[in-house]
């Protein structure tokens, strides 16, 4: 198996990557993963690099923003960066240095320039904000991009001018603000379940309580707080989906029947699908859930069983064929 050592206690693997890191990703992403950890010796427990999968969407692989500054840093060649942004201001395009503009100025992009001490010319790049910007389905700006886009579009032409001056220390990094599909960095911790946050352009109908899962589609969650992510070992005792429309919208809600009759809900047939798995075979997961009213799954893992007659029950981990669910009764 490949291993990167990035500190004396941690032996980075495939294991660790898929347990907590990214359980959603497929082993080829986890893979890539862990050798461009290797490649430029990243270590994802201490913010550098990111692996980031939404549903059923390829996996993103993102660099902290801190690694990009502090690597340069230690470049014997380089001598240093200027970067700001781009505003529209008194009927003028202007250049400015850093990131402040006023309320009647248009922020139209972001500039940086990057130095070395054996070149001439410094690497510019100059980005329009529209290429960029994080939208939601309906076309707005997402939370970051909305308060702080003057900020957020300062460090893309800063990472693209990093990249280009030093190409092999850079090579492969990207940061969350050239991805426009990343909204929110997961929080890692060695032997605890990853804190995915959903991205802001999704919007997912929630429930209105936990044992009226229906009326899921009428009610947005509640937007105060976030919520805490527990983990609980568990069989599955049933499964049932529930489909249902919301402002033209079709949506599938699955439940969870848990042991003491404890109900989970989650929007993604992925996680539904190793459940109904588990379920089939009578094995226990570890259920990684938000816990708030509604119990929203964040990850369903496999426990691995040591009888040898359940092994081969549970046939190969996370490769399941196609299941069916139980609709729920109205």
């Given at each position: 198996?490949?291993?990167?050592?990035?500190?004396?206690?941690?032996?980075?693997?495939?294991?660790?990557?898929?347990?907590?890191?990214?359980?959603?990703?497929t082993?080829?992403?986890?893979?890539?993963?862990?050798?461009?950890?290797?490649?430029?010796?990243?270590?994802?427990?201490?913010?550098?690099?990111?692996?980031?999968?939404?549903?059923?969407?390829?996996?993103?692989?993102?660099?902290?923003?801190?690694?990009?500054?502090?690597?340069?840093?230690?470049?014997?060649?380089?001598?240093?960066?200027?970067?700001?942004?781009?505003?529209?201001?008194?009927?003028?395009?202007?250049y400015?240095?850093?990131?402040?503009?006023?309320?009647?100025?248009?922020?139209?992009?972001?500039?940086?320039?990057?130095?070395?001490?054996?070149?001439?010319?410094?690497?510019?790049?100059?980005?329009?904000?529209?290429?960029?910007?994080?939208?939601?389905?309906d076309?707005?700006?997402?939370?970051?991009?909305?308060?702080?886009?003057?900020?957020?579009?300062?460090?893309?032409?800063?990472?693209?001018?990093?990249?280009?001056?030093?190409?092999?220390?850079?090579?492969?990094?990207?940061?969350?603000?050239?991805?426009?599909?990343?909204?929110?960095?997961?929080?890692?911790?060695?032997?605890?379940?990853?804190?995915?946050?959903?991205?802001?352009?999704?919007?997912?109908?929630?429930?209105?309580?936990?044992?009226?899962?229906d009326?899921?589609?009428?009610?947005?969650?509640?937007?105060?707080?976030?919520?805490?992510?527990?983990?609980?070992?568990?069989?599955?005792?049933?499964l049932?989906?529930?489909?249902?429309?919301?402002?033209?919208?079709?949506?599938?809600?699955?439940?969870?029947?848990?042991?003491?009759?404890?109900?989970?809900?989650?929007?993604?047939?992925n996680?539904?699908?190793?459940?109904?798995?588990?379920?089939?075979?009578?094995?226990?997961?570890?259920?990684?859930?938000?816990?708030?009213?509604y119990?929203?799954?964040?990850?369903?893992?496999?426990?691995?069983?040591?009888?040898?007659?359940?092994?081969?029950?549970?046939?190969?981990?996370?490769?399941?064929?196609?299941?069916?669910?139980?609709?729920?009764?109205?």
């Amino acid at each position: 198996m490949e291993e990167l050592k990035t500190e004396p206690e941690l032996t980075l693997t495939l294991d660790i990557v898929k347990k907590y890191i990214c359980p959603q990703a497929t082993d080829q992403e986890a893979y890539t993963f862990l050798q461009l950890c290797k490649a430029q010796n990243l270590n994802p427990f201490l913010k550098e690099a990111y692996l980031i999968k939404y549903g059923t969407a390829p996996a993103t692989i993102v660099t902290g923003k801190e690694t990009f500054t502090k690597r340069a840093d230690k470049l014997p060649q380089y001598d240093g960066f200027k970067a700001g942004i781009i505003v529209y201001s008194n009927d003028k395009v202007v250049y400015r240095e850093g990131c402040f503009y006023t309320t009647a100025e248009q922020v139209l992009g972001g500039w940086a320039e990057v130095y070395r001490k054996d070149r001439a010319i410094p690497f510019r790049n100059e980005v329009k904000l529209e290429e960029y910007m994080g939208k939601k389905t309906d076309g707005t700006p997402t939370k970051m991009w909305a308060e702080k886009k003057a900020t957020m579009i300062r460090k893309v032409p800063l990472v693209q001018s990093l990249r280009e001056a030093f190409p092999v220390p850079y090579g492969g990094l990207y940061s969350p603000e050239e991805i426009n599909t990343v909204d929110a960095l997961p929080v890692y911790e060695m032997g605890k379940a990853p804190v995915v946050q959903p991205p802001s352009q999704i919007k997912l109908p929630q429930s209105k309580t936990a044992k009226d899962t229906d009326a899921a589609a009428d009610d947005q969650p509640d937007k105060g707080g976030v919520p805490d992510t527990q983990s609980v070992i568990t069989t599955i005792a049933k499964l049932t989906q529930k489909v249902g429309d919301k402002n033209g919208k079709k949506f599938t809600l699955y439940k969870l029947l848990g042991e003491n009759e404890i109900i989970y809900t989650t929007f993604d047939k992925n996680l539904a699908t190793v459940a109904k798995s588990a379920h089939e075979a009578g094995l226990e997961v570890r259920l990684s859930y938000k816990a708030d009213k509604y119990n929203t799954v964040q990850n369903v893992e496999l426990i691995e069983p040591s009888d040898p007659v359940q092994k081969e029950l549970a046939g190969v981990e996370n490769t399941f064929g196609p299941q069916t669910y139980d609709d729920e009764e109205n």
